[in-house]
Nanobody, 128 residues
Framework: QVQLVEFGGGLVQTGTSLTLSCAAS????????MGWFRQAPGQEREFVAA????????YYADSVKGRFTISRDNAKNTVYLQMNSLRPEDTAVYYC?????????????????????WGQGTQVTVSS
């Protein structure tokens, strides 16, 4: 069983930065694909970014590429999402997700069904 807890959401202005953290329990973190998803009101949950456990390869949604950076610290069982140049359309609840033992790479890390465990979400609101 893996428990995920997100931190770092809040209300920020357009153009500013915010870093989300996700702390994971359990011993499988270092061998898990970790992903960030988001869900705006009335919309489906969408992929944002993911990082593999093999070679720490990353993959991003086109909407955040060049602005967001995902990273992980296996010693701290934590994955991060650094968000720069935030826009009002980035407003959503952001969720951390884990896929223990997953071997996906590239765009296949964006498939929501590979993620078995989810955090409770943290709200990010970007004002214009």
């Amino acid at each position: 069983q893996v428990q995920l807890v997100e931190f770092g959401g809040g209300l920020v202005q357009t153009g500013t930065s915010l870093t989300l953290s996700c702390a994971a329990s359990g011993s499988t973190f270092s061998r898990s694909i970790m992903g960030w998803f988001r869900q705006a009101p009335g919309q489906e949950r969408e992929f944002v970014a993911a990082i593999s456990w093999r070679l720490n390869s990353t993959y991003y949604a086109d909407s955040v590429k060049g602005r967001f950076t995902i990273s992980r610290d296996n010693a701290k069982n934590t994955v991060y999402l650094q968000m720069n140049s935030l826009r009002p359309e980035d407003t959503a609840v952001y969720y951390c997700a884990a896929s223990p033992g997953g071997n996906n790479t590239g765009r296949t890390m964006a498939i929501i069904k590979i993620y078995r465990y989810w955090g409770q979400g943290t709200q990010v609101t970007v004002s214009s």
